[in-house]
């Protein structure tokens, strides 16, 4: 099965996100802030990023940036 994770600080919208994933038969790992996002990165395999640019107090983009400095899995922007 294939993993999904989710970044994204509006709690609806990242519910929203995470239940359509998941009825698609897809695992999905929904987090809210960068310190979630690299907890997950470092403990699961992942083969999708979809992330939210603006996080509040986050730089979504920042995030986007460093994770392609240490991956090659794709990432979603919204």
Known sequence: MK???VIDD???MRRL???YLTMHALKVTAVHDSKQ???VLS???VD???IDLHLGREDGLAIVRNLAT???VPIIVI
């Open 3 to 5: 993993h999904v994770l």
């Open 10 to 12: 509006d709690a609806a």
């Open 17 to 19: 996100i995470a239940e």
């Open 37 to 39: 996002f690299d907890y």
């Open 43 to 45: 403990r699961e395999p």
């Open 48 to 50: 999708l990023v979809v």
């Open 70 to 72: 240490k991956s090659d």
